[in-house]
């Protein structure tokens, strides 16, 4: 399997669930994103992960908690979100950080919170 | 003032048109521009790269940065269905942390009609 896989494809969670997203590279790429993308919105960067350690967060509350194992998954835990939390997730990977291009994204979970 | 502009469309035209998409960025420090297309329930993949100003031809794609006036663009000659998707213009570039982000456009939506 080749390329960044993401699961699930789609998730309903209640507010007061807590789930986690899943994202898998298999590039060998040293740098992985979340990105939030909601309607009529540009894609909003959430974290950075660089050789697993996490170089950015950019003001994303703490219901979103990020967990880089290895340099090859990424997770998104969730809990206590709030209905306008609802968006697709999108996982993306690059060579290292500093590559300006190359970005090889996911496609994405779609998340519901009712 | 937003960094990124992007006309969200949706843009519809008939099969073999010449497609024209375009943002505008008030960043001066941009120097990597890129567009992707996203499929519906997908996501984004990198189409086109140019850095700096200047075109950049590939098959049936042109892309062309004019950093003066800070206006990048996207032509798509003998449109098809298959190029029926999200396309996000994407720019990075400067100095200092973050400098390395991606700052996208909200994305315009591109129907060709057989």
């Known amino acids: 399997e080749t390329g960044v896989t993401q699961t699930p494809r789609h998730l309903v969670m209640g507010m007061t669930n807590k789930k986690s997203l899943k994202c898998e590279q298999h590039?060998?790429?040293?740098?992985m994103y979340w990105y939030k993308q909601s309607a009529k919105k540009p894609l909003e960067l959430m974290f950075v992960y660089s050789l697993e350690e996490r170089v950015e967060n950019n003001s994303v509350p703490s219901r979103f908690s990020p967990e880089c194992p290895n340099s090859s998954h990424l997770f998104l835990h969730l809990h206590t979100l709030q209905p306008e939390d609802s968006a697709l997730y999108l996982c993306?990977?690059?060579?290292?950080?500093?590559?300006?291009?190359?970005?090889?994204f996911g496609s994405g979970t779609r998340l519901t919170v009712v | 003032q937003k960094e990124v502009e992007q006309d969200p469309g949706p843009l519809s035209v008939p099969e073999g048109a010449i497609v024209s998409l375009n943002c505008t960025y008030s960043?001066?420090?941009?120097?990597?521009f890129m567009w992707y297309r996203q499929y519906s329930r997908k996501g984004p993949e990198l189409l086109m790269y140019?850095?700096?100003?200047g075109n950049k031809e590939d098959g049936r794609f042109t892309a062309q940065v004019d950093k003066s006036s800070k206006y990048i663009s996207l032509f798509i000659r003998d449109s098809q269905p298959s190029d029926s998707a999200t396309y996000l213009c994407?720019?990075?570039?400067?100095?200092?942390?973050?400098?390395?982000?991606?700052?996208f456009g909200k994305g315009t939506k591109l129907s060709v009609i057989p």
């Open positions: 590039l060998g790429h040293n740098a």
């Open positions: 993306a990977s690059s060579q290292d950080m500093v590559t300006n291009y190359g970005y090889t």
């Open positions: 994407a720019m990075s570039g400067g100095s200092g942390a973050g400098s390395y982000q991606l700052t």
């Open positions: 140019t850095y700096s100003s």
């Open positions: 960043n001066s420090a941009f120097q990597y």
